[in-house]
């Protein structure tokens, strides 16, 4: 082992940490600089196989900074192995610069966008599980953790899910550095209380007691190549700001750069630097997985008017296109027998992934099966999504594809009550940019729909209902993503009333209940809610002048709102129904009427506007 040139490396990417901080006038310097011979040592030791001019090739080891402020050892990495220009290295963090603050995809060689602590491991774990269940190729998915993200519940999910999965081609590298951003992190220099955590849930723990030292580090990353069976973590004791006598292991310098007055003085600490050395990285066996040639499914087989809940025609639309879409994967939160994703469980075992109740990891796995081609399907309750929302708005930023599905939603699952009503989903997925959102109302355009999320490039969200609904729609119908359907008309229409999902159920009564009255409404299936049919619903608005939206989501980000903006400039009356009261148990009818969702509180509205 050339150590005399790992050493060299080392120095000018320490160079180059401080140089593009000092420069930018920001970043996280120290927090980069006590990972710097851990990294360098992975790269240019011998352990990792990569092609650094095939970054997307299926073979490649995979690493991920979890520990995402320490961006400018990332790119000073990349430098060292020739693909970042001194030039670039000098662009940290000013506008148009793919060196951003936080590792983003704008940087070819960055696996994930991280810096929201806690969620690298688990997006590594989705690689790991697709390199050995799914793919079944050799390549090995190393994640830099940080010490103090190690407080995060999600780092813990994903520790026990790899243990549980066996996962020996994952390694994470531990850096405790001891200091986090205000002082010292919960466990300091201890390394024996992460080893006792962390070995309790099944990995193989390997403690380096000087993370600094070359000779020690490579003998760890040997040692963790051969375990069996198991997840690997390297726990290496560091010193924030190593190098630099100014930063080294002293409070008060998280996120800040060496002032341009101290720089001098702390390049010269380094020593002697030459950045026409190179660093050499493996390269990977010439693997690829097998293709899966996609089979056209048979299309729904409904009748009209058949009860069958969204939820389960999720699941049977899952199981239906597991061969028209090979690189489908399901994840689901220990409660597929609900959400009826275990249809596509027990067809496709080897594709299907019982993340347990654990949502936050469910969804950073997800992320990581999808950054290596997967099409990932998540499912759990609508209102279990929210805790993983971080996770979820990290996906966006990564560029993942992801189609998650929440059952369950609304004060219409009855007696359960409040803790289980997704009610802020919607609000939640229409804030993702870029995202789409649907809400079917009956099995068929459930299943049409299930097909658009699996085509769309992004991330989508289909809702789904507890109970049974009638079927509306024949198999012929299509749901294109940002349609609408019109499903009762008339010359003489009085009021239009949008809705989806149950309370599309509710308004098609209302209007038969109306008609007879002698009050003549037009009812809109907004089985998209983002995108929005804007032609239909202005059309709408303007024939009519009374739009009346009915949905079984608070008020505030749901249907109402969303139909409110595209309404903006018309000259329309609009009356918002959703959830505005505090939820309770009960049946059906008796919470749609409590929340005024209901038809009877249609047919009021409509006859006081109208």
Not at 2 to 16: P, T, V
Not at 510 to 535: F, H, M, N, T
């Amino acid at each position: 082992m050339a150590y005399e040139l790992l050493e060299q490396l080392s120095r000018n990417i320490r160079s180059m940490i401080l140089t593009s901080t000092t420069r930018a006038g920001s970043g996280h310097p120290s927090s980069s600089l006590s990972a710097t011979e851990l990294m360098v040592s992975l790269l240019f030791g011998g352990t990792f196989r990569f092609s650094p001019n095939a970054p997307e090739h299926p073979n490649n080891d995979r690493l991920i900074f979890s520990k995402g402020h320490a961006a400018p050892l990332l790119y000073a990495l990349w430098a060292a192995a020739g693909k970042v220009s001194e030039e670039e290295i000098l662009s940290l963090r000013t506008m148009g610069s793919a060196l951003e603050g936080h590792p983003t995809p704008a940087f070819p060689y960055t696996e994930a966008s991280t810096g929201s602590l806690g969620q690298g491991l688990s997006i590594g774990l989705g690689m790991a599980l697709n390199a050995k269940f799914v793919d079944k190729l050799p390549y090995r998915t190393f994640v830099l953790l940080g010490d103090s993200e190690m407080t995060e519940g999600s780092q813990w999910e994903a520790i026990q899910l790899a243990a549980h999965y066996r996962l020996d081609n994952l390694i994470g590298i531990l850096d405790v550095n001891r200091l986090g951003q205000r002082g010292q992190t919960m466990y300091g220099h201890d390394l024996d209380a992460y080893a006792q955590r962390i070995g309790v849930f099944g990995w193989q723990t390997i403690t380096i007691e000087d993370g600094h030292d070359l000779e020690s580090i490579g003998e760890a990353y040997r040692e963790a190549l051969v375990v069996r069976d198991k997840p690997a973590m390297i726990i290496a004791r560091t010193l924030k700001g190593r190098g630099v006598a100014l930063l080294e292991n002293r409070e008060g310098w998280h996120g800040k750069p060496v002032p341009q007055e101290e720089a001098g003085h702390a390049l010269a600490g380094l020593g002697a630097v030459d950045y026409s050395i190179r660093g050499e990285i493996q390269e990977p066996e010439d693997l690829l997985p097998e293709q899966g040639r996609p089979v056209q499914a048979s299309p729904p087989g409904y009748e009209r008017n058949e009860s069958v809940a969204t939820r389960k025609a999720y699941g049977n639309a899952l199981a239906r296109l597991s061969t028209q879409v090979p690189g489908m994967v399901v994840l689901d939160a220990e409660v597929s027998n609900s959400t009826y994703a275990d249809f596509f469980a027990g067809e496709h075992p080897e594709r299907f992934f019982e993340m347990f109740v654990a949502e936050q990891n469910m969804v950073g796995a997800a992320l990581g099966l999808s950054l290596r081609g997967k099409v990932p399907f998540v499912s759990t309750f609508a209102a279990f999504l929210t805790r993983a929302f971080d996770q979820i708005r990290m996906s966006r930023y990564s560029g993942g594809r992801i189609v998650f599905c929440g059952s369950h939603a609304g004060v219409s699952i009855g007696e359960d009550g409040t803790s289980q009503m997704g009610l802020e989903d919607l609000a939640m997925f229409r804030t993702v940019l870029d995202s789409v959102v649907l809400y079917p109302s009956d099995a068929m355009s459930t299943e049409r729909l299930v097909e658009q999320a699996a085509a769309h490039e992004g991330i989508s969200y289909i809702r789904t209902t507890r109970q049974a609904t009638p079927v509306l729609y024949g198999p012929d119908e299509r749901f294109p993503i940002g349609g609408s359907k019109v499903l009762i008309q008339h010359p003489e229409d009085k009021a239009v009333i949008i809705a989806a999902g149950i309370t599309l159920h509710e308004a098609l009564a209302a209007a038969d209940l109306l008609e007879e009255q002698g009050v003549l409404v037009r009812v809109i299936d907004c089985y998209s809610i983002k995108p929005l049919d804007r032609k239909s619903i202005r059309t709408a608005a303007r024939e009519t002048g009374f739009v009346v939206t009915v949905e079984d989501h608070y008020a505030q980000g749901g249907l109402g709102e969303a139909v409110a903006e595209v309404l903006v400039g018309l000259s329309v009356t609009l009356r918002i129904l959703a959830v505005r009261r505090m939820p309770r148990s009960g049946k059906l009818r008796e919470l749609l009427d409590w929340e005024s969702i209901s038809r009877d509180a249609i047919i009021r509205t409509v006859r006081e506007g109208a």
